[in-house]
């Protein structure tokens, strides 16, 4: 009988879209998603999902919302956020995975997250004002309703007060990198954050490695150093990887003897992302996956 070790690589990565039934990462609007938890794991059930993570940006909100609609949809629901950090200056992702929800050390990490994000949209609207804008805060946290704010809100903000044409013209004229230039992440450290959920069953996860604008030695200095404080695996496929990104993943997680984390990164249904359980191939049968014993 032909095993799956015994095929070649084009007949392997066949194999491994078939048997894609898993998903751990996607958005929905208790942070920067555009559907509800439970339209998201409707969605997740029409393209026959059976392991599924809700990983909101800094924030747990939705899962319960998620889990009930996983109980109706018959998936296996696994506890999941992102986490923003920074590494050497550079914003990075960690996924955190497979954890109570009164894990209090990831409850506090995610607490401090809120706050900075509150923080953060307090800067934006100063940063409008000073070109001439008037303050838009209050009116940017009612548009962000029960979702984390961003510069997302503020540009239906102008909108809705006819400042700007669309949003598109609201980054363009103020809300653009070029626009807040004086605006700077704060996230905590990679280390401090990976340091503090270390241990026990959870799992933590490199988000898209290969989307972070450092080079490939800083890249493979991240994923030494990421180990090093605790991380357990790197997400080798996120959405439209491009092959040669998920072949030099894999390496790095054979490399390090860490497991391989997989995700859509979906956020809505129009725009760039991928749909809900679709993502790169990768060589499913050769490296250990995070889901292997769930």
Not at 5 to 20: A, I
Not at 100 to 113: G, I, M, R
Not at 246 to 265: P, Q, Y
Request: glycine share 6%.
């Amino acid at each position: 009988m032909i095993t799956i070790k015994d095929m070649n690589e084009q007949e392997r990565m066949n194999v491994s879209q078939l048997h894609r039934r898993v998903d751990f990462h996607s958005h929905s609007n208790f942070s920067d998603g555009a559907l509800t938890p439970t339209a998201l794991l409707s969605l997740a059930s029409e393209q026959n999902i059976e392991l599924f993570s809700l990983t909101d940006h800094d924030t747990i909100a939705g899962l319960d919302e998620a889990r009930e609609a996983a109980k109706i949809y018959n998936i296996n629901l696994v506890s999941g956020v992102e986490i923003s950090t920074l590494w050497k200056g550079i914003p990075i992702h960690l996924v955190a995975l497979n954890f109570p929800q009164s894990h209090a050390e990831l409850l506090t990490v995610l607490d401090n997250n809120q706050s900075i994000r509150i923080d953060r949209a307090k800067k934006i609207a100063l940063l409008l004002m000073k070109q001439g804008l008037p303050d838009l805060f209050d009116k940017a946290m009612e548009e962000a309703g029960r979702s984390q704010i961003g510069r997302p809100h503020f540009a239906r903000v102008m909108v809705n007060q006819n400042l700007v044409k669309d949003s598109n013209k609201a980054f363009d004229r103020y809300l653009g990198n070029k626009r807040l230039g004086q605006l700077r992440d704060v996230w905590p450290d990679l280390e401090s954050v990976t340091t503090a959920l270390k241990g026990g069953d959870m799992e933590l996860v490199l988000a898209h490695p290969k989307r972070y604008p450092i080079t490939m030695t800083k890249l493979k200095k991240l994923v030494y150093d990421f180990v090093e404080y605790g991380g357990t695996s790197l997400e080798v496929s996120s959405g439209n990887d491009k092959p040669e990104n998920v072949r030099l993943l894999e390496g790095l997680i054979k490399e390090h003897k860490i497991k391989a984390s997989v995700g859509s990164d979906f956020h809505g249904p129009y725009g760039p992302w991928c749909q809900v359980g679709k993502f790169s191939s990768f060589d499913e049968a050769r490296i250990p996956t995070v889901w292997q014993d769930w």
